[in-house]
């Protein structure tokens, strides 16, 4: 079992592999020439990232006459978070929430919180542009 989450790992180690998984994510199904243009990179690389993330069990495809799309499998990802998650030394208890080891350990404290404060501000951007987005597409 910790060889298999060790080869996850590796996987996902890679900029560009995760890059695919978050166009993915956030796209839906994609072919290899429209994640290599959104990526810039070359659609044999793509097509090499993608070959490993489908071995991983992170991604399927099933071909659609000449185009052949791929996505996420939620099932895939749902475990591949839960192993991070029982893992995961932040002190969220993989619940992504507040990370009280991580204030703990920092040297200043309130600047260490105000990055926190940062990334959620980020997030919650992120959160809006998507549901601005899906709005628009109803």
Not at 30 to 43: F, H, Q, R, V
Request: glycine share 8%; with cysteine; net charge neutral.
């Amino acid at each position: 079992m910790e060889k298999k989450q060790a080869e996850l790992f590796k996987v996902l180690g890679v900029e560009s592999r995760i890059k695919i998984l978050e166009l993915l994510k956030h796209k839906g199904p994609l072919g290899a020439n429209e994640l290599s243009e959104k990526l810039g990179i070359t659609p044999s690389a793509v097509s090499q990232h993608l070959k490993i993330l489908r071995h991983a069990g992170l991604v399927r495809n099933e071909r659609k006459g000449y185009w052949i799309p791929y996505e996420i499998d939620p099932v895939a990802l749902e475990k591949c978070g839960e192993l991070l998650s029982t893992i995961c030394t932040c002190g969220c208890k993989g619940t992504g929430q507040f990370r009280e080891a991580e204030v703990n350990a920092a040297e200043d404290k309130v600047a260490a919180l105000r990055k926190y404060e940062q990334e959620l501000l980020e997030e919650i951007k992120t959160v809006q542009a998507r549901i601005e987005a899906l709005a628009k597409e109803e």
